[in-house]
């Protein structure tokens, strides 16, 4: 779990100026009209924290929980691109460091027990270290940055 919680860590660290100073309407332009723009891909983050959040807890005392979200329909229901950016950074920062907590106290043998989020089953080691990549992807699309593939 340990490289996992680095790597969340050098993430928040790396990237939390840049969201910060990002204008308004860079964040609130939209590419089309049925496509996020990156007010709601950074809404969309703070969703997959608040999920991501309750799989790490939950799953440490249930077995295999199946915990997945609609992303569409919590971007659109949260109105992220009516949100004050700065808020919303915030919002983001404080969810991804609360995680943090959260991983550092996570024994190895929870870090082992499973969760089901809408595919196969996976350990909450797995999850964390795929959460950093996904977290990474979307955030290299907010910053018009080289692309990171996530599946």
């Keep these: 779990m340990q490289p996992a919680i680095l790597n969340l860590e050098k993430i928040i660290h790396n990237y939390v100026r840049r969201l910060a100073t990002m204008p308004e309407p860079v964040y609130a332009a ?12 950074l ?4 969703d997959s924290a ?3 959040i309750r799989r790490f807890i939950v799953a440490q005392y249930e077995d295999n929980p199946r915990i997945g979200y609609a ?3 919590w971007v659109a229901c949260s109105n992220y ?3 004050p950016i700065d808020d919303l950074v915030a919002l983001w920062t404080l969810l ?7 991983l550092r106290q996570m024994s190895p043998e929870a870090a082992q027990r499973i969760c089901s989020m809408g595919g196969p089953p996976q350990t909450m080691e797995w999850v964390a270290a795929d ?3 996904h977290l990474l992807h979307h955030l290299h699309q907010i910053l ?3 692309p990171i593939a996530y599946p």
């Excluded at 991804?96 to 959260?102: G, S």
């Design 96 to 102: 991804n460091r609360h995680i943090v907590v959260i």
């Design 144 to 146: 018009d940055l080289e």
């Design 50 to 52: 608040q999920n991501n």
């Design 30 to 41: 939209k590419p089309q009209p049925d496509k996020w723009s990156k007010k709601e891909i």
């Design 71 to 73: 992303q569409d329909v």
């Design 131 to 133: 959460y950093c990549n």
């Design 43 to 46: 809404g969309h983050l703070v």
């Design 81 to 83: 691109q009516g949100y």
